[in-house]
C-alpha cells in the first residue's frame, strides 16, 4: 500500500488560516448572541441618593443572584441627580433621601403627565459625626444649628478642647443637604466656613482623621466615627423605628407611575421580609416597627 503523502507547506498553511478564521467568526457569533441575550434580558434603572448607594447596591446584588437573567443597574450621584434622571427617562426608579421638590414634580407632570409615585423602603438617622476621641458627647438640635450657621465656632464652647470647629458640608445637588438645611437650619443659610465634600464616604474620612472635625449623613457610613446622640437621644434602630430620634427620616424609591412588571416585581422584593433584611444589613432600618 501506498503512503500518503505530506501536504504541501502552502497547504498547511492554508488550513491554519482557514481554522483560525472559523475560531474567530464563531466567537463573533457566540459574543454576539451574548449581547443580544443581554440587550433582551429585563433591565431596572436605579439612579439618585448617594446615602442610599450602599443599600441600592445591595439590593440590586441580592435580586439578581435570586432572580437570574435581570440587571439591576445602580448609580449614585444625588437625590437630584436621580430626580432628573427620572424626569429625562434615563432611569426607572429614583433614589431619594428627601421629598421631590416642587420643580421636580411639575417637570414630572410636564413630561409625563403625572407627579409621580412615592414609596416608602426604609428608614434612616440622619446622624451628626464627631470623631471618636472628641470629647463632646452629646449635642442639642439647636447647638448643631448654630455651629452650622457660624455662631458657634469653638469646641470648648460645647465642653470640649481648645480647639475651632472644622465644619463639613454636603454638596448641594444631596438630599441630604437640603434635608439638613430644612430640618436642622430651619431653611437659614450654611455658614461660609463650611468645607463642601462630595460623599458621605469623604465626610466620614475627614472627621474619622480629624478630632476637631463635625459632620452630617446616613447612619449606615458611621462605623468609623461616632454618631452624636441629639437632645439626649441616641440614633437606635429602637429610637429610630419609634420616631425617638430627631431627625429620623424615611427613604424612598419615586416612580413616574405605578410600577410594572420587572421594576414592580424589584420594588415588591425590597419591601418584603427577604428586602427589609437587606435594608438592616446595610446599616439603616426597616419601615415597620420589629414584633
Same mark, same amino acid.
Not at 501536504?7 to 448572541?33: D, F, H, W, Y
Not at 433621601?97 to 428608614?123: D, M
Not at 462605623?223 to 427620616?249: H, K, M, Q, S, W
Not at 410600577?259 to 414592580?264: A, D, N, R
Given at each position: 500500500? +501506498?503512503?500518503?503523502? $505530506?501536504?504541501?507547506?502552502?497547504? *498547511?498553511?492554508?488550513?491554519?488560516?482557514? !481554522?483560525?478564521?472559523?475560531?474567530?467568526?464563531?466567537?463573533?457569533?457566540?459574543?454576539?448572541?451574548?449581547?443580544?441575550?443581554?440587550?433582551?434580558?429585563?433591565?431596572? +434603572?436605579?439612579?439618585?441618593?448617594?446615602?442610599?448607594? %450602599?443599600?441600592?447596591?445591595?439590593?440590586?446584588?441580592?435580586?439578581?443572584?435570586?432572580?437570574?437573567?435581570? #440587571?439591576?443597574?445602580?448609580?449614585?450621584?444625588? &437625590?437630584?441627580?436621580?430626580? *432628573?434622571?427620572?424626569?429625562?427617562?434615563?432611569?426607572?426608579? !429614583?433614589?431619594?433621601?428627601? $421629598?421631590?421638590?416642587?420643580?421636580?414634580?411639575?417637570?414630572?407632570?410636564?413630561?409625563?403627565?403625572?407627579?409621580?409615585?412615592?414609596?416608602?423602603?426604609?428608614?434612616?438617622?440622619?446622624?451628626?459625626?464627631?470623631? $471618636?476621641?472628641? $470629647?463632646?458627647?452629646?449635642?442639642?438640635?439647636?447647638?448643631?444649628?448654630?455651629?452650622?450657621?457660624?455662631?458657634?465656632?469653638?469646641?470648648?464652647?460645647?465642653?470640649?478642647?481648645?480647639? #475651632? %470647629?472644622?465644619?463639613?458640608?454636603?454638596?448641594?445637588?444631596?438630599?441630604?443637604?437640603?434635608?439638613?438645611? *430644612?430640618?436642622?437650619?430651619?431653611?437659614?443659610?450654611?455658614?461660609?466656613?463650611?468645607?463642601?465634600?462630595? &460623599?458621605?464616604?469623604?465626610? %466620614? *474620612?475627614?472627621?474619622?482623621?480629624?478630632?476637631?472635625?463635625?459632620?452630617?449623613?446616613?447612619?449606615?457610613?458611621?462605623?468609623?466615627?461616632?454618631?452624636?446622640?441629639?437632645?439626649?437621644?441616641?440614633?437606635?434602630?429602637?429610637?429610630?423605628?419609634?420616631?425617638?430620634?430627631?431627625?429620623?427620616?424615611?427613604?424612598?424609591?419615586?416612580?413616574?407611575?405605578?410600577?410594572?412588571?420587572?421594576?414592580?416585581?424589584?420594588?415588591?422584593?425590597?419591601?418584603?421580609?427577604?428586602?427589609?433584611?437587606?435594608?438592616?444589613?446595610?446599616?439603616?432600618?426597616?419601615?415597620?416597627?420589629?414584633?
Amino acid at each position: 500500500m +501506498r503512503a500518503c503523502s $505530506p501536504l504541501p507547506k502552502n497547504a *498547511e498553511t492554508g488550513m491554519r488560516s482557514a !481554522c483560525v478564521a472559523l475560531t474567530i467568526a464563531l466567537a463573533v457569533t457566540l459574543i454576539q448572541c451574548s449581547v443580544i441575550r443581554r440587550v433582551d434580558a429585563p433591565i431596572v +434603572r436605579i439612579s439618585g441618593s448617594d446615602t442610599m448607594l %450602599i443599600l441600592t447596591r445591595l439590593w440590586a446584588e441580592e435580586y439578581m443572584t435570586r432572580h437570574g437573567g435581570v #440587571s439591576v443597574y445602580t448609580r449614585g450621584g444625588g &437625590t437630584a441627580t436621580g430626580a *432628573e434622571h427620572l424626569v429625562r427617562g434615563e432611569a426607572d426608579i !429614583c433614589a431619594a433621601s428627601r $421629598p421631590l421638590l416642587p420643580e421636580e414634580a411639575s417637570r414630572l407632570a410636564r413630561n409625563f403627565r403625572t407627579l409621580g409615585l412615592s414609596i416608602l423602603v426604609a428608614k434612616d438617622a440622619l446622624s451628626v459625626y464627631l470623631h $471618636p476621641d472628641n $470629647p463632646v458627647r452629646s449635642l442639642t438640635l439647636e447647638q448643631v444649628r448654630d455651629i452650622y450657621l457660624g455662631e458657634i465656632k469653638e469646641w470648648s464652647a460645647l465642653g470640649g478642647r481648645e480647639s #475651632s %470647629i472644622r465644619i463639613l458640608n454636603r454638596m448641594p445637588n444631596s438630599g441630604t443637604y437640603l434635608y439638613f438645611k *430644612e430640618h436642622v437650619l430651619e431653611g437659614a443659610a450654611y455658614s461660609s466656613t463650611v468645607e463642601t465634600m462630595p &460623599t458621605t464616604r469623604r465626610v %466620614i *474620612e475627614v472627621v474619622a482623621a480629624d478630632p476637631d472635625a463635625i459632620g452630617y449623613g446616613g447612619i449606615a457610613y458611621s462605623e468609623r466615627i461616632f454618631a452624636c446622640p441629639i437632645n439626649g437621644v441616641a440614633p437606635t434602630e429602637e429610637n429610630v423605628i419609634r420616631d425617638r430620634y430627631p431627625l429620623t427620616r424615611y427613604l424612598y424609591f419615586y416612580t413616574v407611575n405605578v410600577p410594572e412588571g420587572q421594576v414592580k416585581d424589584f420594588i415588591d422584593w425590597t419591601l418584603s421580609p427577604e428586602g427589609q433584611e437587606v435594608v438592616t444589613r446595610a446599616g439603616f432600618f426597616p419601615i415597620w416597627s420589629p414584633e
